[in-house]
C-alpha cells in the first residue's frame, strides 16, 4: 500500500495539470546544446537541452521551488517574468539587483509563491543577453474546481515567439558594446523554436498546431524576443483574447494581436472552417526609423483529416509600420472588472512622477567614433552596480547606491519636438523611494532624443493599471480628464508609444528593491532602466523575509 502511495505522489508532481500539489520542484539545468536553424548550426545556451526551455505549471496559490545549476561559463540568473514575488525578492531573479549571478559550477533554489495570480508569464535568464535562448512559458492554472471566466477550451497549447541569431548572441552585443554603435539585428524570428516552411531554410519545416473542426483551443503566446514588437495572425481565423499578463479581459475579438517583448495574450481560436491548413504568422512592428529584422516567423494550423499534401492559406501580415493597427488593438484591451476579478484601481496618489524615456550619446574614447549610444530615464544613463541592490538595501550597506532618482525631468522641454543640442545623460546607480501601500501614478514619456522609439516599459513585482496614452507631449491639465479609472487593461510590461506617453498606476503593497527597465535589451544594455525601493510596512507580513542561505554571492 505503501508504495502505491509513493507511485501517486510521484504522479502528482510529475503531471502537475492533473491534480493538486501544493508545493511544485523543478530542476533547471543550465547546459550548452547544439542546436541548427537557417540551415546553420551552432551551440546556444538552454535550460535542460530545450529551446524554448521548459514549461512551469503549478495553481494558483502554489509554492514553487526551481533549482538552477548553472553548467555554462557565463553567470547566470533567471527571472519568473510577472509574478509578483511578495516579500520575497530574493527569488525575482535579475543579475545584481535581487541577486548576485549563480557563477559556473554553482546553483540557486528560487523558491516563491504564486499569490492571487492565474495565466500566463513567462520565465527567461537575466543577465547578458542569454535570454535570446534561455526562456520559456510559465503557466498558472486556476485553483482546483474555479472555471476559467471565458468558455472552457477543449485543448491548451503554448505559443513561444523568439528571435535568432546565426552569430553568437553574447558576441553581437559585446562588439556592440565595444563599438559603441547598435547591435546587429536577429536573422530571424520563431515560433516554439523554428522560423518556419517560408524561411530561407524550409528543410526543417516548423511548429504546427493540431486542430479538430468546430473545437475551441486556449493559445497562451508569449513574446520571448529581445528587441521587436511582434504582430500575430492566423490566416482565415479570427482570435478573442481573453487575458494579457496574467489578468483577465472583457473579450476582444482581432485578426490580428499586438504583443511587445516580455508580454503574455491568451486568445481562444475556433477551428470554424472545417478542413485545410491555416499559415500563422509572426512579424515585426515597428513605426520609427530604427532597423528591425524583417522576417516573418511562420508556422501552421493543421485541420485534422486535412493531407499533408493540401496547400497552406497563406495570411498577410500588417506592414511594418502599420500604426493603426497597433493602437486600435492597444486601445481596445480592457480589464474583465467582473465582481470576481475586479479591478482595483488606486483613485488617490501619493507619487505622481514624470518619467521621460530615451537615448543619448555620451563620449567613449575606446569608441569607433569617439562616443556611444547610450538610453536613459530622466537623462540618468543607470549604472550597475557589483552588489546586488536588494542585498544592499536590507543590510543597509553604504555605498552601493542613492535613493535620489528623479521623480520629474531634471530639465522640462518639448520632449517628442526640438531637441536639445546636447545629447549627453547623467550616470549613476540612483533608486526611487516609496513608503509601503503607498500609491504611484508614472506617466512615461518617450522623447525626440535620436530617435522617437516605442519601448516596452516591465516592472518587477507588481501589475500596474494602464489608465492612458497619447500622442505628443504628456499635458497634466487636459490629458487626466480622458484617464480610464474604471475598467483599464491591468499589466506588468507596458508598450510607451513612438513620440508618445503612457500613463500607469500601483500600489506599492510589495516590499523590496524593483527593476523598471525597456525590455528590449539594446535599451536595457544602454542604461534604459532604473528601480523602486519599497520600505517595510508594519509587522512580519509587510516586511521583506530575509536571505535564503544559498543565495549567490558575487
Not at 533554489?109 to 504564486?114: G, R
Not at 518587477?460 to 474604471?486: A, E, P, Q
Request: net charge positive.
Amino acid at each position: 500500500m505503501a508504495q502505491w502511495i509513493r507511485v501517486f505522489l510521484l504522479v502528482a508532481c510529475l503531471f502537475p495539470i492533473l491534480v493538486e500539489c501544493r508545493t511544485r520542484h523543478y530542476k533547471f539545468n543550465v547546459v550548452w546544446r547544439k542546436v541548427t536553424r537557417l540551415c546553420s548550426s551552432k551551440p546556444i545556451v538552454t535550460v535542460n537541452g530545450k529551446f524554448p526551455g521548459p514549461t512551469i505549471y503549478a495553481r494558483e496559490d502554489d509554492t514553487v521551488l526551481i533549482k538552477v545549476v548553472n553548467h555554462v561559463q557565463y553567470n547566470v540568473s533567471i527571472h519568473w517574468h510577472g509574478i509578483r514575488q511578495l516579500r520575497t525578492g530574493w527569488a525575482d531573479g535579475p543579475a545584481y539587483i535581487t541577486q548576485c549571478p549563480i557563477q559556473t559550477g554553482q546553483s540557486y533554489v528560487y523558491n516563491f509563491t504564486i499569490t492571487g495570480q492565474r495565466g500566463t508569464l513567462l520565465w527567461h535568464a537575466h543577465v547578458l543577453w542569454l535570454r535570446a535562448t534561455v526562456h520559456g512559458a510559465l503557466v498558472i492554472l486556476p485553483k482546483l474546481g474555479v472555471p476559467y471566466p471565458f468558455p472552457t477550451p477543449h485543448k491548451e497549447a503554448v505559443v513561444v515567439l523568439a528571435e535568432w541569431w546565426k552569430s553568437n548572441v553574447e558576441a553581437v552585443i559585446n562588439e556592440a558594446m565595444k563599438s559603441g554603435l547598435a547591435p546587429n539585428v536577429s536573422d530571424a524570428h520563431t515560433i516554439n523554436g523554428h522560423p518556419g516552411p517560408l524561411s530561407s531554410c524550409s528543410l526543417q519545416g516548423g511548429y504546427t498546431l493540431p486542430v479538430e473542426p468546430g473545437k475551441t483551443y486556449l493559445l497562451r503566446i508569449i513574446n520571448a524576443a529581445m528587441n521587436e514588437e511582434l504582430f500575430f495572425k492566423i490566416a482565415g481565423h479570427n482570435m478573442t483574447v481573453v487575458e494579457v499578463d496574467a489578468a483577465y479581459t472583457k473579450p476582444l475579438t482581432t485578426d490580428t494581436v499586438l504583443i511587445a517583448p516580455g508580454q503574455t495574450t491568451n486568445v481562444l481560436l475556433t477551428a470554424g472552417l472545417g478542413a485545410g491548413k491555416y499559415l500563422v504568422a509572426a512579424s515585426p512592428f515597428m513605426d520609427a526609423p530604427i532597423a528591425v529584422d524583417n522576417m516573418t516567423a511562420t508556422a501552421t494550423v493543421h485541420y485534422s483529416g486535412t493531407l499533408s499534401s493540401t496547400p497552406t492559406t497563406i495570411t498577410h501580415p500588417p506592414p511594418q509600420n502599420a500604426t493603426a493597427v497597433a493602437t486600435n488593438f492597444t486601445h481596445s484591451l480592457r480589464s474583465l472588472n467582473s465582481k470576481k476579478y475586479p479591478a482595483k484601481v488606486p483613485l488617490t496618489i501619493d507619487h505622481s512622477l514624470l518619467f521621460t524615456i530615451g537615448l543619448g550619446i555620451n563620449p567613449c574614447s575606446t569608441c569607433v567614433n569617439g562616443n556611444k549610444v547610450v538610453a536613459d530615464i530622466n537623462n540618468v544613463t543607470f549604472v550597475m552596480p557589483t552588489t546586488a541592490l536588494l542585498q544592499a538595501h536590507f543590510f543597509k550597506m553604504k555605498g552601493v547606491f542613492t535613493d535620489d532618482f528623479p521623480g520629474n525631468p531634471p530639465i522640462a522641454y518639448n520632449y517628442t519636438g526640438t531637441q536639445p543640442a546636447n545629447f549627453q545623460t547623467m550616470k549613476g546607480t540612483r533608486l526611487y523611494r516609496v513608503a509601503y501601500n503607498s500609491t504611484v501614478q508614472l506617466v512615461l514619456q518617450d522623447t525626440g532624443m535620436i530617435a522617437p522609439e516605442n519601448h516596452p516599459v516591465h516592472l518587477h513585482g507588481f501589475n500596474f493599471f494602464i489608465i492612458g496614452r497619447g500622442l505628443g507631449n504628456y499635458n497634466s491639465k487636459k490629458d487626466t480628464k480622458k484617464f480610464n479609472l474604471v475598467d483599464p487593461v491591468e499589466r506588468n510590461t507596458v508598450g510607451v508609444p513612438a513620440g508618445g506617453w503612457t500613463a500607469i498606476r500601483f500600489r506599492a503593497d510589495n516590499p523590496g528593491v524593483w527593476f523598471m527597465h525597456c525590455h528590449l535589451e539594446v535599451h536595457t544594455s544602454w542604461g534604459l532602466k532604473m528601480a523602486f525601493v519599497v520600505d517595510n510596512g508594519k509587522g512580519p507580513n509587510e516586511s521583506l523575509l530575509p536571505p535564503p542561505s544559498d543565495l549567490p554571492k558575487c
